[in-house]
């Protein structure tokens, strides 16, 4: 049982490049969601889905995309790098149970824009 | 929005106790709270429903003020694995997928 597995684990990008963060969970979790680390600025949400098809945005979703086609898979993909994205990006999943459910979190992706 | 977290940070010596408040200006349906070691993921501690219920887990301990829209977090007989960052996570009511939000962390460090 891995649970919640996020590649690459680091990963350096040029300006203007995009690129495709994955995530995978193999413990059957409805909910899925993206957030992003900055230093003093705590864990900010950026997308979240509640279910294979359906998404919607967090608190700081501009320059990203997601989809949901599978349960298990939720990619976050960068359009046009910016260095204001460089930070750590954590994959969360759980159970949706009505707030009642932990999540359980990737060991994030370290991205630096240059 | 994000909950509001004080203090910002916390310095103990082993034994020491510590209380970390999270504040919301939005009627909370749940609070949950996480430790984050540095360069780890966060790791879930506890999650609190609204109704005022307090848990514990080991030594630590917390209670959520429905009324007041506030959590706090007991650390009592502080050891040197309680340091970390500490946040709280913070559902919004009236929806049952409702979005996990953090606030901006403690910082608590244990010294010998």
């Known amino acids: 049982n891995a649970g919640v597995t996020q590649t690459p684990k680091f990963q350096v990008l040029k300006t203007g490049q995009s690129m495709t963060l994955q995530c995978a969970q193999d413990?059957?979790?409805?909910?899925m969601s993206w957030y992003r680390q900055d230093p003093g600025m705590g864990l900010r949400l950026i997308h979240y889905?509640?279910?294979?098809?359906?998404?919607d945005q967090g608190e700081v979703p501009n320059g990203y995309n997601v989809s949901r086609s599978t349960t298990e898979d939720f990619p976050l993909r960068l359009l046009s790098a910016a260095p204001s994205q460089t930070s750590v990006y954590f994959c969360?999943?759980?159970?949706?149970?009505?707030?009642?459910?932990?999540?359980?979190f990737g060991d994030g992706t370290r991205l630096s824009i240059l | 929005q994000q909950p509001v977290q004080s203090p910002q940070a916390v310095i103990l010596r082993e034994g020491e106790d510590a209380v970390i408040n999270c504040s919301s200006s939005k009627a909370l349906y749940s609070v949950h709270w996480y430790r984050q070691k540095h360069g780890e993921a966060p790791v879930f501690l506890m999650i609190l429903l609204k109704g005022g219920e307090q848990k514990g887990h080991d030594k630590i301990s917390a209670s959520f003020n429905e009324k007041k829209q506030q959590s706090s977090l007991y650390l009592t007989a502080s050891q040197l694995s309680y340091s970390g960052t500490y946040f709280c996570?913070?559902?919004?009511?009236?929806?049952?997928?409702?979005?996990?939000?953090f606030g901006q962390g403690t910082i608590l460090t244990v010294h010998p």
């Open positions: 889905s509640v279910g294979a098809g359906i998404t």
């Open positions: 996570g913070t559902r919004a009511g009236g929806t049952s997928y409702g979005k996990l939000t």
């Open positions: 969360a999943s759980s159970y949706s149970g009505q707030g009642h459910q932990p999540q359980h």
């Open positions: 413990m059957n979790h409805e909910y």
